[in-house]
């Protein structure tokens, strides 16, 4: 598992306009809400921890999760087994040590660390760190202390039984139910509210046009 040399395995062919699969989409979603809750306890003055300062950016990078998860998964072929193993080191660090959150600043970078770990793990042939760099946004440098970094965070604790993998993706299906459900209790606000502004006159209507927000 070392951050050696450019060809130590060879490329597998990039996959062509894949279709995302349901977990990355769920994982995706799990991560969002994990990082806007942190981010909230940081801007409510919480005090970060240490341990992950390796994995800070400067700022929060543009790119969504969900994006930056499609494009790992479309450029370096990983299978989708090693998301859900990338979030099972992710969710290790974070009990390991709480006071390390994950937020905006470092979540592109643990996704791309642990993912690229999982793969080294679980897939037969996988792209080495100079190419996980590029396809992540960081250097090759950079993404081989970052390598170094999770597996002394970890304890080189990187083996996943089948067990605990299988307890993690019903975790994650569990968090899409109650997504979904969310979701459809809002859309039933939406249209009982609906419902309600079709008592509207026309007259009133005319008289209540929304705020323009451009110039």
């Known amino acids: 598992m070392s951050s050696g040399g450019d060809n130590h395995h060879q490329a597998k062919p990039k996959r062509d306009e ?3 699969p349901r977990v990355l989409t769920i994982l995706s979603c799990v991560l969002e809400k994990l990082v ?31 994006n930056y998860i499609e494009r790992i998964y479309k450029y370096t072929n990983c299978s989708p087994s090693c998301f859900v193993v990338g979030y099972v080191y992710i969710d290790r660090l974070v009990h ?6 994950v937020v905006s600043i470092n979540v592109h970078r643990l996704l791309v660390t642990s993912v690229m770990v999982a793969s080294k793990i679980l897939d037969d042939m996988h792209y080495n760190n100079a190419f996980y760099a590029r396809v992540g946004g960081v250097t090759n440098t950079e993404l081989n202390t970052l390598e170094t970094k999770l597996l002394f965070l970890l304890d080189f604790g990187v083996t996943v039984s089948s067990r605990v993998f299988e307890s993690y993706c019903q975790h994650l299906e569990k968090e899409m139910l109650c997504n979904d459900a ?12 609906v419902d ?6 026309v007259e009133d209507t005319q008289t209540s046009s929304p705020p323009q927000i451009l110039d």
């Open 96 to 101: 390991k040590y709480p006071d390390s959150l």
């Open 36 to 66: 806007a809750r942190n981010d909230q306890l940081v801007l409510g003055s919480a005090q970060l921890g240490k341990s992950l300062n390796a994995f800070h950016g400067v700022r929060a990078p543009s790119i969504t999760i969900l």
């Open 18 to 20: 894949p279709t995302t």
């Open 196 to 201: 309600d502004v079709t008592e509207i006159s």
């Open 182 to 193: 969310t979701r459809m209790i809002e859309r039933l606000a939406i249209s009982n509210s």
